[in-house]
């Protein structure tokens, strides 16, 4: 049996065309997303792009840009991008038996079909929820990373780009003309140590002796040589994180058929993003968890599902009883699944969350009162107390309420309007 | 699927594509299942959007100011459809009509005007409105 193509579908600007499509006024204009934290770009539409409007600059710094060219900022709304999210994962998980979720608007999937199959996928995600994606195939999830980059930077492609469908000979000029830091997975400090052995170009890295590779640098870019010549053998695992999200996946060894299992996965997830997130000094306030069946097999399965937490928390307790409450009921049963992830996004700083929420959860009530203890213990007693006063700056947190949009598919309350007029 | 249920703390806020149609639940051979508005309502709950009406020109049409409308984008808007469209920046629902080389999008108000345009392409439609729930 021979393996599908591995297409990369990928949202174009997710977050920014997640605002468009509740505020029909954004289409067409520079519009931007901003972190939640420090008011920095996470998004930018195409015509923000064309403006200029770096990756990462702070909004303060586009104040002349915005008032010149128009450009329009949104705070971030998570709690709209991870519903946005799991339809999206949903829709392009219709269109193929194998799916794995590799960010909050990125999954692989193993695809049949070609170019007319990624236009399929396209215009369904366009139709069914006014998402823009493109789509990058090939046979290896390295060189789908490319074809995606491929199709989103040419206009010609309209957003779907088959490497099969390449005159011969293009792909090796493309992998000539292309230096290694563009590949997905390599870090600037690989590019440099490689080009101390004279690999400078993807092309390079793809002939270069894949053993020795492996044991001058490891074992992940040894499969990347092996990807860059079409075979297929990058697993989706470990965790990764972006500037705005972090993310956990895994295959397991064996398949999961049942829900008690799926639990106890998600709890080591959840723990392990809990770890990663008080390592980085941040909390989070959405997750995303989701599982899959393998590429081949009769029984095709894909669920996954968001949560929004009570508050911003990296305290395990809260994040596991998250995981395990949201995706072990929602599995088939008799099913095998192959692999799981969890992927937390709004993450801010620990500390600059607002304080005075409605409720704290009990864990992190009994977390903090220990702390509280301990600090009393050591300095003696009214050293700490709580209260609002001092832990941050209102007009910073006023700032980015101003520019969020409603939760308009999670919350009754914040629903879009219909004009009757 | 939209509705926010406590569970163990936490608030899901969306469960979709999980549960494929058809699949048998042990309880529905005895008839024993109650009824889920959801599934009943919402054919397609990743294309489904609701929506809040504010304004009172369709309600001959029985949607009334304060009504939410459940719309769902995987259908396609016939003649005479219940229509969310794209006007002046904002979402507006109206009554689809095809006539011969024109469009028209009408409301169910006499005080109301209609909206003629060539063709279905000129019209940027969100979705096609299924269900109205009104609180009577
Ligand atoms: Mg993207």
């Known amino acids: 049996m021979s393996r599908p193509a591995v297409a990369l579908v990928d949202a174009n600007a997710f977050y920014v065309s997640c605002e468009r499509l509740f505020d029909p006024r954004l289409e067409g204009r520079p519009v931007v997303v901003l972190s939640n934290n420090d008011g920095c770009v996470v998004a930018r539409s195409a015509e923000a792009k064309q403006l200029g409007v770096p990756m990462g600059e702070p909004w303060f ?28 994962m949903e829709v392009i998980g219709r269109y193929s038996a194998w799916q794995e979720v590799y960010s909050i608007d990125e999954s692989f999937i193993g695809l049949n079909g070609g170019a007319a199959a990624g236009r399929a996928i396209r215009d369904g995600a366009r139709r069914l929820l006014g998402i823009p994606v493109s789509v990058g195939i090939a046979t290896s999830k390295t060189l789908a990373k490319l074809a995606n980059k491929h199709a989103k930077a040419h206009p010609a492609f309209e957003g779907v780009c088959d490497l099969a469908e390449a005159p011969p000979g293009w792909l090796d000029n493309y992998l000539a003309t292309h230096s290694v830091v563009d590949l997905w997975g390599v870090a600037g400090r690989t590019t440099r140590r490689l080009a101390g052995y004279g690999i400078h170009s993807m092309k390079d890295l793809r002939d270069a002796d894949d053993r020795q590779i492996r044991r001058w640098f490891s074992v992940v870019l040894a499969r990347t040589v092996r990807e860059l010549r079409g075979e297929h053998c990058i697993p989706l695992e470990g965790p990764r994180a972006t500037r705005d999200q972090l993310i956990y996946s895994r295959s397991f060894s064996t398949p999961i058929t049942d829900a008690d299992r799926m639990a106890q996965v998600m709890a080591v997830y959840a723990q392990n993003a809990a770890q990663r997130l008080r390592r980085h000094g941040l909390v989070a306030k959405t997750m995303t968890a989701w599982c899959s069946t393998s590429w081949y097999g009769a029984a095709q399965d894909h669920p996954s599902v968001a949560v929004s937490l009570p508050t911003h928390t990296d305290d395990p307790i809260e994040l596991v009883r998250a995981a395990t409450a949201a995706l072990p009921p929602r599995l088939t ?45 050591r300095f003696g007693p009214g050293t700490l107390g709580l209260g609002r006063a001092g832990l941050r700056t209102p007009p910073e947190w006023a700032m980015r309420r101003q520019m969020l949009t409603p939760h308009y598919t999670t919350r009754w309350e914040h629903l879009p309007v219909a004009r009757a007029a | 699927m939209l509705a926010r249920v406590a569970a163990s703390g936490v608030d899901e806020l969306w469960l979709l594509g999980t549960v494929p149609a058809g699949y048998p639940s042990p309880a529905q051979d005895y008839g024993a299942e109650r009824i889920d508005l959801t599934r009943q309502l919402i054919k397609d709950p990743s294309a489904t959007f609701l929506f809040r009406v504010v304004g009172d020109s369709m309600e001959g049409a029985g949607i009334y100011d304060g009504d939410v409308l459940l719309i769902d984008r995987s259908i396609e808007p016939s003649s005479s459809a219940v229509v969310l469209a794209s006007i002046d920046g904002e979402y507006t629902v109206k009554r689809l009509h095809r006539g011969d080389g024109f469009v028209e999008l009408r409301p169910e108000n006499p005080r109301y005007p209609v909206i003629r345009v060539d063709g279905l392409s000129e019209l940027v439609i969100f979705g096609v409105v299924t269900y109205c729930i009104h609180h009577v």
């Open chain 1, 61 to 88: 710094k586009l104040q002349a840009t915005a008032d010149r060219h128009g450009l329009i900022a949104r705070s971030s709304n998570y709690e709209l991008y991870g519903d946005l999210s799991v339809r999206l």
């Open chain 1, 333 to 377: 049963p008799d099913t095998r699944y192959v692999r799981a992830g969890i992927v937390v996004t709004d993450l801010v700083p620990r500390g600059s969350q607002p304080y005075l929420e409605p409720f704290v959860p009990l864990s992190e009530r009994r977390r903090l009162g220990d702390t509280m203890q301990a600090v009393e213990d």
